[in-house]
């Protein structure tokens, strides 16, 4: 009879978690290996976001937020395990690592437990094609980038271009849907080269491209970090003169300490901290908290994902059920995050955010626009 | 042709950091057996150096001795502490025991320092180039390779007349019989890793003045690309592991350049095939080192 009876409350005390009073939220992310330069920033971010909704009251003035963080050492498999202890333990939202294939990896989980899953700042169109209805994407798309680059190169009067790009990850395609982009819009593509990441030496591109004739107006590149650098400044050397054109992996303080090599170099990222902007104040808090600004804009990518989860527990009436989260999710629309206004509704996963065009000049970042890109020129995302 | 000249000249400077790289594993490993995977992470430190000396403002000529000097640090506390206890282990140990120390420094770095590349001030020099006839040659590249002639013909000096020198090669030939001799084992051994903790020293000041950041993961690809290449040349031969550098570095070089553009997203598997082929016509490496008695089956 007494088991009878614990069971029984066992049963009814896990039909009602906790009374709603707050929301578990689990984190399976990078903490060490080759994905954490992009996953703790994010999770400092995260970290913000939680500290400051919980000391108003939690979500809504009465739902806390309760973090269950684990590292998955950039691992494929780890993810999928982490995720799996995540779910055992009965969380409600899942923070995925920030590259696609982690990510991928732990969909089967989710999908399976119906929760659903933001990665950190995976940029791929194709992880939540492929993830299905239970994975969110938390960046602006690479298509959606690369979109806004080639357009400006355009606009800018580059009528011809190069792109180098690296098969190894999706991110790294990026350049892919700027050709397609540049040469829908009526540019020319000259040519193409690939690298693998972490290579050193670019020293035999730079010189390839060096010897072309005509040389080409725009180079687009979605390299990073540390082979970044190393690339621009074999291009240089080797007497390339043209426009360089980067993505958000390059947002980062080495860029702007490159000196001469890198001026007037412009890349597409996640925000531009105008006056007055949510991303200003952002980075105010974070310095408040960290005692230091913020390397990256990254951070911010972080206090976005939670003001995501917390729009929709808001609207899904303070519900902390994983399905109505995520349906709630599917259909946010406009939500301010610290770096744009986000939203889900009409896309499959990846949210429609605001681009920003960064250029190089005295060291410094200018803002040259924030502009959406015409929908009918965004690149299908594909599989590569 | 200016164009195969110019190619030439980048794949001597890439092939001469992969020979000092090839150089420092083939050091300790002539003198103890050991294939020091916690090699790069040498470079890491070395690099982090440079970029807490760019934050204070050090010139940047000083803080390349200090680069220096901290690798080579490194290098003799990473023998006391982690390899002297398993020094007469099996090789298979040791190797376990530098792939440890790799890890813990990396996570280390990750933790104390920071997850993300911190940008190292490089001087602008560095980023310039200078035109020979109808070559254009970067700063840097010159300086890669007047480098590895520097630290060759100081490592061939060194090995042939210093006491160490010749005492590090006479452990190489038979350890035993060099103890026999009056040889103290701790010293040549501490001064294999001193050495090599000097070439890493030098060969990550050339690697971060390319890259101008450093990251806690840093050493892998180097210490990768110097296993490829101590292997190619002969593993324990010191002038084995300078040729092998220079091949791999010419193999890649000339692959990147005249390898068809469809053909270039396979240019590292063709590279390796390469060197395997070079592996199967000289299976002790290309200047295979005396000591080497092994008998394969």
Known sequence: MNKLLISTLLASAMAFPAAAETLRVGVATAQTGALAPFDTPVIDGIHIAVDEINEAGGIDGKIKIELLEKDVRSDAAQTSIATQELVDEGVSVIVLPCDADPALAAIGVVTEAQIPAISTCASSPTLPQIGGDYMFANFPGDNVQATVSAKWAYDEGHRSAYIIYSPDTQYTTMPLYFAEVFEKLGGKMLGEDTHTIGQQDFSAIATRIAALDPQPDVIMTSTYEPDFPSMLKAL????????????????????????????????????????????????????????????????????????????????????????????????????????????????????????????????????????????????????? | MDLFLQQTVNAFALGGTYALLALGLAMVFSTMGLINFAHGELMTIAGYILMACGLAGVPFAFSILLAIAAAVLAAIVMERIAFRPVRNASGATMLVTSFAVSMILQVLFQNFISARSQAVLVPEILSESVRFGGLVIGVNKIAAIVTTIVMLIFLDRFMK?????????????????????????????????????????????????????????????????????????????????????????????????????????????????????????????????????AEKV
């Not at chain 1, 399905?323 to 949210?351: C, F, H, W």
């Open chain 1, 236 to 384: 240089r050397a080797a007497g390339v003169e043209s426009q360089i054109i980067g993505s958000d992996g390059i947002d980062s303080p080495t860029t702007f300490s490159l000196g001469a090599v890198a001026e007037g170099l412009v890349f597409t990222t996640a925000g531009h901290p105008t006056e007055g902007s949510p991303l200003e104040a952002f980075n105010k808090t974070f310095e408040e908290v960290n005692g230091k600004a913020p390397e990256t804009v990254f951070n911010a990518v972080g206090y976005d994902l939670i003001k995501v989860i917390e729009a929709a527990v808001i609207a899904a009436d303070g519900s902390t059920d994983a399905q109505t989260l995520r349906d709630a999710i599917a259909n946010l629309e406009n939500v301010q995050g610290a770096t744009s206004m986000i939203t889900y509704k009409g896309t499959d996963g990846m949210p429609l955010r605001e681009v920003s065009l960064i250029r190089v000049k005295d060291g410094g970042r200018e803002l040259i626009g924030q502009p959406t890109p015409d929908a009918s020129l965004i690149p299908e995302p594909r599989v590569q």
């Open chain 2, 161 to 293: 007349h210093h006491r160490i020198g010749i005492a590090m090669r006479a452990a190489a030939e038979d350890f035993s019989v060099a103890r026999l001799m009056g040889i103290r084992a701790n010293t040549v051994i501490a001064g294999a890793f001193a050495l090599s903790g000097f070439l890493a020293g030098v060969a990550a000041v050339l690697w971060v003045s390319q890259r101008a950041s450093v990251d806690p993961l840093m050493g892998f690809t180097p210490v990768l690309k110097a296993f490829i290449a101590a292997i190619l040349g002969g593993l324990g031969s010191l002038r084995g592991a300078v040729a092998g550098g220079f091949l791999l570095g010419f193999i890649e070089i000339y692959l990147a350049a005249y390898l068809p553009s469809g053909m270039q997203e396979f240019r590292d598997p063709i590279a390796l095939c390469l060197v395997v082929l070079v592996l199967i016509f000289r299976p002790n490496g290309l200047i295979p080192s005396p000591a080497l008695k």
